[in-house]
């Protein structure tokens, strides 16, 4: 699939702190990129440079096959949620986004504005002042503003942060439908079962290099050498037993049916079952889980 | 750029401070132009001088008022144009959209707009009285503001902070004029970059040196628009 955003060996610093220590990455026409990081892991520094608010230090980006010295050439291509805190305070919300939509040369009537403003969940706040809107009412009108000009490439940084369970849900649900109409989307989220769900592939940003590129179920599948197994068997398997089984299995905590047992590889779960069979146990359900996103990103 | 264009007009003049600056030009325009058009005898007297023309008298408050006070106001509307849009992280959403130049010239012409509107409509009102109208003090009007709208947008990006713009600003609406005159009637070598970088040396006689303000205008904006489009916002 075509790459519409390359980025190679990006660095970016301000003074002698480095922010980004050179960044390799694409992101395919089409996907949702998930980028997660801590707090300072320069995910926001990232995305400023995509969108040109900050300059790079070295390194390159081509993006719609421009490189990043013909950004201006491309920018009607994308919409930028920087983040919450640049609106026009003094504007009201529907007269701020009409402001944008001329910007993008976006000439959509004010019917289709406000229609906009309903699709990320902002009813009845046309012409409310900005300035009376609650943080979760600037994030969904932030989202907004970015999808003017009919972009290709969306950029969103923390969407969901500080919304309420229901906008944050709706917001999901927005950038699954903008992905099935074929927009390509880059977002970050502090919410890691958020980016684990609607992200075709997730970059682990940390102290300013991606630490891991993959698809969610890789990252997880990668980091899940050992396995947590549930087994529900009759009788129950005892302490003594486990304590007594030929190969490496600890018990890790007790369920009403049955037990959970920590392996430290995957392959032990197939002696396990061999060993139930064998000793004759009545086998219900063994269920290994896999390592959530979460602590895939804990790991690095 | 026609929309960053509109949005600043708008902004410019929505405030009081440009209602105020408006009422006050085109006040003192019509009054002086009446009073000269009510006593032909000191029109005449004037014109025995043979300094002068006869429509550059009746235009003479509008001329005065530019040269004296059109730093101080200038500064005052537009010395935060740039710096408050960083400030509040604003231009980080025009920027994703358009180019900085773009931008920069979007203020500039927004800025501008309102003292070409300001001194027209002085010049109209002058015109409806006195049926005259001078092109020269006219023209001479309208480069001394694109000058100093491209030094407050100069400022604004040099100064990062729009209370310290709002200071320095009047500081030197003050201090540039007095500046300027001095360095007109002075030899002294010290008030030479005076003379030669502010406007009034130039404007002083109606030539073709009226052109150069206008030409130091447009270096203060490339200057302008170098040093934004190389910052982080």
């Known amino acids: 699939m075509e790459a519409i955003l390359e980025v190679k060996g990006l660095r970016k610093s301000y003074g002698k702190v480095d922010v980004l220590k050179g960044i390799d990455f694409d992101i395919k026409r089409g996907e949702v990129f998930g980028l997660v990081g801590r707090n300072g892991a320069g995910k926001s520094t990232l995305i400023h440079a995509i969108a040109g608010i900050v ?48 910007l993008t040369e976006d000439k959509r009537p004010k019917k289709e504005l406000i229609e906009l403003m309903h699709s990320v969940g902002l009813h009845g706040a046309e012409y409310r002042k900005i300035k009376d809107y609650s943080f979760g009412m600037r994030k969904k009108l932030s989202i907004a ?73 890789a990252l997880k599948q990668e980091q899940s050498e050992s396995a947590q197994i549930t087994v529900i068997t009759k009788p129950k398997l005892s302490l003594e037993r486990i304590e007594q089984l030929p190969f490496q299995m600890v018990f890790d905590h007790e369920i009403e049916e049955g037990v959970v047992l920590h392996a430290e590889k995957k392959d032990e779960v197939a002696d396990l079952v061999a060993y139930l069979v064998q000793e004759e146990y009545k086998v219900y359900e063994i269920k290994t889980r896999e ?6 990103f804990m790991d690095v | 750029m026609l929309s960053i264009m509109k949005r600043e007009f708008i902004d410019v003049i929505k405030s009081i401070r440009s209602i105020l600056i408006i009422l006050f030009i085109t006040f003192v325009s019509y009054q002086t132009a009446s009073f000269f058009n009510d006593n032909d005898g000191l029109v005449r007297d004037l014109l025995l001088g043979g300094e002068v023309t006869e429509s550059a008298i009746y235009s003479l408050a509008v001329s005065f008022i530019i040269l004296f ?22 231009i980080r959403l025009i920027v994703s959209k358009r180019s900085m130049r773009d931008i920069m010239v979007g203020k500039l012409i927004g800025n501008y707009l309102f003292w070409v509107i300001t001194i027209t409509l002085s010049y109209v009102l002058i015109f409806t009285v006195t049926k005259s109208w001078s092109i020269d003090d006219y023209l001479s009007s309208l480069i001394f503001m694109f000058y100093v709208v491209t030094a407050a947008l100069l400022l604004s990006t040099l100064v ?27 030899d002294k070598v010290y008030f030479l970059p005076f003379k030669y970088v502010l406007p009034y040396y130039y404007l002083e006689d109606r030539s073709a040196l009226m052109l150069i303000p206008l030409v130091i205008g447009v270096i203060f904006f490339i200057v302008a628009t170098y040093l934004m489009e190389k910052r982080d916002l």
């Open chain 1, 55 to 102: 300059h790079k230090t070295s390194g390159a980006f081509t993006i719609f096959g421009q490189t990043d010295d013909q950004l201006n050439r491309v920018k009607r291509q994308i919409g930028v949620m920087p983040d919450v805190s640049n609106l026009y305070e003094h504007m009201k919300g529907l007269h701020f986004l009409k402001y944008m939509a001329e």
């Open chain 1, 145 to 217: 503003q970015a999808l003017l000009g009919k972009p290709e490439f969306i950029i969103l940084d923390e969407p969901t942060s500080g919304l309420d369970p229901e906008s944050a849900i709706h917001i999901r649900k927005l950038v699954e439908s903008l992905k099935k109409s074929g927009k390509t989307i880059m977002l970050t989220s502090h919410n890691l079962d958020e980016i684990d769900k609607v992200s075709d592939r997730v970059a682990i940003l940390s102290e300013g290099v991606i630490k891991k590129l993959d698809t969610p179920r």
């Open chain 1, 291 to 296: 390592k959530t996103l979460e602590e895939v």
């Open chain 2, 69 to 90: 006070f059109g730093f101080l106001f200038g500064f005052s509307i537009a010395h935060q144009a740039i710096n408050k849009e960083v400030e509040l992280k604003t």
């Open chain 2, 160 to 186: 990062k902070k729009s209370l310290a713009t709002m200071f320095l600003g009047m500081f030197l609406g003050v201090v540039i004029p007095i500046l300027g005159m001095m360095s007109l009637a002075s």
